[in-house]
């Protein structure tokens, strides 16, 4: 009988330490790739200095020097508007991706360190009854 314990208590030891954190390392970095996606960081680099919502203004047929500087100012706006918005879901991105480091750290961390603050947990809540 005692080698059966052995074995449920070095099987549970496995799965406390090797298997579930290599799940949770998987699901981390899951979390961290759609959070990437989810803000489409690498496309909105890439496209930064782009029109916002591809709004363009024609220069139309023939030299007119307003009509030339008109649609060259409009799309001037639309591109500074679309590289604002582009830069400000960039920082929201970038600062959920931080946030999702930091609490993939502290779950990783907090489940390591379980069963030691449930054993120092039951060993205060004796002191504290008796």
């Known amino acids: 009988m005692s080698e059966v314990f052995q074995n449920i208590f070095f099987q549970y030891l496995g799965w406390q330490f090797f298997d579930v954190p290599k799940k949770l390392i998987k699901v981390w970095k899951n979390f961290l ?6 803000f489409s960081i690498p496309l909105l680099i890439k496209t930064l200095f782009a029109p916002w919502r591809k709004y363009k203004v024609s220069y139309g047929r023939g030299f ?3 009509k030339y500087f ?9 591109r500074i508007l679309g590289a604002i918005i582009r830069i400000f879901l960039i920082i929201i991105g970038l600062f959920l991706e931080v946030l999702i480091i930091f ?11 379980g069963p030691v603050i449930l054993i120092y947990g039951l060993i205060f809540g004796f002191k504290v009854l008796f």
Do not use: T
Request: without cysteine; glycine residues 10%.
């Open 64 to 66: 007119d020097i307003g």
């Open 33 to 38: 790739l759609f959070n990437l996606n989810y």
């Open 103 to 113: 609490a993939g750290i502290a779950v990783f961390l907090g489940w390591i360190a």
């Open 70 to 78: 008109e649609a060259l100012l409009s799309n001037l706006i639309f």
